[in-house]
């Protein structure tokens, strides 16, 4: 399928196939009865040596692909958290594939990496970030948009080992790498994702899971109390991580508190507010970042909660120079004359190559607006709060957590057990999809609005359903008894 | 603009948009003259808070993107290595992009991880992947989409780190990982991509370049003398990385006498034909990967050379199990019933959250299919042997590598001065595009043939631009002189 018109009726055949795919999801079973192992016997084995017709392929797709879909964007999706889709995101995404240039300088495409150093301008304002983060201070400081926010926090990771390895150095120049990096020592809370600990082994350092309070928040006398303790040891904190909004409960840790302790002893700050990030484009919401001025780096993704499609994680830094000066290896062929003038995005990231992801930012700002998409982050926490309001009716449930964004988290009173079994029967009747959650040995069920289709019916056929599955539970475990 | 009506619109004017685009690519000046800095002032400052019109954004792509797009699928554009597009893979990230599901576990969505596997056996098929990279095979081995084949680099380094650690750790049980680390040692050609020093940067691991022959290829002796002395000052050797098709003048290193020390050795053995790699479709290149065999992992980009858009990045590993076990941490709310019988993919990779990439090779492979794509590659190459005939009619120039694929590597004879200016003024003039690179202090201009657009004559309009250019630039400097 080389042609061009064919490309267009085929793609257009595509754009039709989607939007109704995606206005009718909510009639989709929302989790697939495939077994591992379905799809290798509904194709072919071997790549085919002459084309297929562009009709065969569309009308495979219902055949082979959708029986195994797990429908993320379906109101009946309560797993994980959200991850974002709008027709906006969509749209740039066909002339994102289409100029298909690789960003990783500046002379490479400079649209590329213009308009996304002035999205994250856009965005960080829509926030009310820091002027420090924003690009268009004039200072050291800018956004960049990673991959996901697990490559924020290894990247910011990277940025404060090297920032403190030079400190070290300068002060002790008869220490080898290999020791200081042993004594390295980066601090988290416990309730923070496990993408945290990943970095700190990617990055080959220690990450400390410090104990969170009771609300689940990490404090600052905690960290402050690690931090002595492994300074009397000799060894030498660099790294702390806060998390705005846990992917267990959505806590938030204490992050001026954090960030003071952070100043006080020259460790580098980076906050991950991964989900949660979104909804500072609301001003109430901003109490929950109080102390931000105090963090070196920030990330958030907009592919979570603010409608740009997957992957675009926006993520600020104070001071660039540390992650590019940590990942520079400058060859020949990616020299260029402008050089110094706008950043060379590649040195910010992991990977070299990086698509032209902005555009996506770009569409979905100016095609939904910032007063839509504060109602829409409003909106779904009002239906997390009316689901709550549901749990909370019924005396045989609990609500363990605080409701503050889009999450509730809520379990049948009584032991771990009776929640797994009604968590398996849920999502083995397939009619929602829900993922569970542990703290400190309690175990319970996590209900994300995760649809841009949510509405508050939704939130009612869920809690029905969740209400039937119970009484089938309760009644067999009642006559097993 | 939410509604699915507006939605059809609007993406099939961009589909009509981005057809004409790339079929008139050929009419629009290759390099943009835009200077730093353009693009701010053609944007607000601000996010609106009320929606723009389709209408109006479509009609900012020409005023604000266009000026400062390098257009990286003209003709003219003949620098680094291509990156790949076609019109099937467009159309799959449209699916792509609206079910947008994050495949990070199989339950997730069981469709996204099992079209993979297949897709990647269906690729491994076609480049003759010995079986035991192959998931079809029933053994531990099997491919995966990276992002980048930095990425690929950076995942197989810290696979044989993990393997080393436990070998050195069983026979020495009282050495401290941080001594062990310390003494790893990886190697690669000196003439490697800068993305293998960047994983060792990243890995925190010493990665030593090797001094390639005079063809530029690293050999086994050479690979071997290095190990010898290494073993003897007491480090760890743990990592190779051989590349086939190098950035610089796409040399191949010599596979197969590599791999036999790395037996001999036991150490990894990573391939990088990131480029080339998509020319072993062609059972006529598949010399250059003799001892492929030999390798635990092997990496190639489809979205270079084989029309699959970026990102698509295939890698295959014999025993995934070490890269699985380094990354391994596993929260309750990624756990799922069916855990073991299919890949986590998650744990493959880098980033936790993964696109649906498949679905691009799935339509790019049956669409074309494999003897489009196979006449495809020969057509590249025959046309890099065409200009480099065109090279080498001309006595003032010279070519200064053998020419095995879509890149010919030239000079004018004589200074490296000359041809920088050379370059300088053939970009200057925006016509073509090209960078330079330089191999023991010697400078010269690369031509990678990079579009599928590219013909007969784009090679000699190519040429010609430059014979222009050169005949400009020798009498202005007899004149200076």
Same mark, same amino acid.
């Given at each position: 399928m080389g042609d061009v018109n064919e490309f267009k009726d085929f793609a257009k055949a595509m754009v039709d196939y989607v939007g109704n795919y995606l206005e009718n999801i909510r009639d989709r079973r929302v989790l697939p009865t495939v077994e591992p192992g379905y799809l290798r016997p509904l194709i072919p084995e071997t790549a085919p040596d002459t084309p297929d017709t562009w009709q065969e392929v569309m009308s495979d797709i219902e055949r082979v692909i959708m029986p195994g879909v797990t429908h993320w964007h379906s109101p009946k999706f309560h797993a994980y958290f959200p991850t974002a889709n709008s027709y906006p995101a969509i749209v740039a995404d066909i002339l994102s594939d289409s100029i298909a240039c690789i960003g990783f300088t500046w002379i490479a495409s400079p649209a590329c990496t213009e308009l996304e150093v002035v999205m994250l301008d856009w965005l960080g304002k829509m926030l009310d970030l820091p002027k420090e983060f924003l690009a268009c201070s004039g200072g050291k400081g800018g956004g960049v948009i990673q991959g996901t926010a697990s490559e924020a926090t290894l990247v910011a990771l990277l940025g404060a080992k090297a920032k403190t390895m030079q400190r070290v150095k300068e002060a002790h120049p008869d220490w080898k790498d290999s020791d200081i990096i042993a004594n390295l020592v980066g601090y988290c809370s416990d309730q923070a994702h496990s993408s945290v600990e990943r970095a700190g082994l990617l990055g080959g350092v220690t990450i400390r899971g410090l104990p969170a309070d009771d609300s689940y928040k990490l404090r600052g006398d905690a960290l402050e109390a690690a931090i002595e303790e492994d300074l009397k040891k000799g060894k030498i904190p660099f790294y702390v991580v806060a998390t705005l909004g846990t992917t267990n409960c959505c806590a938030f840790d204490c992050l001026e508190e954090i960030g003071q302790v952070c100043r006080q002893k020259d460790v580098w #700050?980076?906050?991950?507010?991964? =989900?949660?990030g979104s909804a500072f484009i609301c001003p109430e919401n901003r109490y929950l970042m109080k102390g931000v001025e105090l963090a070196d780096s920030f990330n958030f993704n907009p592919h979570k909660w603010m409608l740009v499609t997957f992957d675009c994680s926006a993520m600020w830094l104070k001071d660039p120079s540390w992650v590019v000066n940590a990942f520079n290896v400058d060859p020949l062929y990616l020299k260029h004359d402008q050089q110094g003038s706008a950043p060379d995005y590649r040195h910010w990231q992991i990977?070299? @190559? !990086?698509? +032209? !992801?902005? #555009? %996506?930012?770009? +569409?979905? #700002? !100016?095609? #939904? @607006?910032? %007063? =839509?998409l504060q109602e829409y982050i409003r909106k779904q926490i009002s239906l997390a709060k009316e689901f709550e309001q549901l749990v909370r009716s019924d005396d !045989?449930? /609990?609500?363990? =957590? /605080?409701?503050?964004? @889009?999450l509730v988290c809520f379990r049948l009173k009584g032991p771990n057990e009776i929640n797994e079994k009604l968590l398996k029967r849920i999502n083995g009747n397939g009619k929602i999809h829900l993922v569970p959650s542990k703290i400190r040995d309690v175990y319970f069920l996590r209900m994300a609005v995760c649809s841009r289709y949510s509405e508050s019916s939704d939130m009612i056929y869920s809690w029905n359903e969740i209400k039937t599955l119970t009484e089938e539970l309760l009644k067999e475990e009642k006559e097993k008894a």
């Open positions: #700050l980076h906050v991950d507010a991964a =989900y949660a990977p070299l @190559g !990086r698509r +032209f !992801r902005s #555009l %996506k930012l770009w +569409f979905v #700002l !100016r095609l #939904l @607006g910032v %007063k =839509y !045989r449930f /609990e609500v363990i =957590y /605080e409701v503050l964004m @889009g």
